[in-house]
Nanobody, 114 residues
Framework: QVQLVESGGGLVQAGGSLRLSCAAS????????MKWYRQTPGKARELVAT???????NYVDSVKGRFTISRDNTKDTVYLQMNSLKPEDTAVYYC????????WGQGTQVTVSS
């Protein structure tokens, strides 16, 4: 059974930092592309960052230079380091993987106060 468990969200002031973690189980983690999405009420889920099995990363323009996605294949965990946070980064952040079908974590709330 595939499980994705996010952690690390919270309340932070603008300009601050948070690091999100997503621990995966039930998949061959090292060969999977991992993704972070975020969603605010009334809006579609937005792809924030992607990391391939080889470690290549891509980001949505709005977070480039501020967020860093990384992975530790020894721990089956993907991370999202978020620096210089802005109020518009406030959202529920979700971890995602495709393994025959899409799997999602439960989400972790990130709130950035101005």
């Amino acid at each position: 059974q595939v499980q994705l468990v996010e952690s690390g969200g919270g309340l932070v002031q603008a300009g601050g930092s948070l690091r999100l973690s997503c621990a995966a189980s039930g998949i061959a983690f090292s060969i999977r592309t991992m993704k972070w999405y975020r969603q605010t009420p009334g809006k579609a889920r937005e792809l924030v960052a992607t990391i391939s099995s080889g470690g290549s990363a891509n980001y949505v323009d709005s977070v480039k230079g501020r967020f860093t996605i990384s992975r530790d294949n020894t721990k089956d965990t993907v991370y999202l380091q978020m620096n210089s946070l802005k109020p518009e980064d406030t959202a529920v952040y979700y971890c995602n993987v495709h393994s025959l079908r899409e799997y999602w974590g439960q989400g972790t709330q990130v709130t950035v106060s101005s």
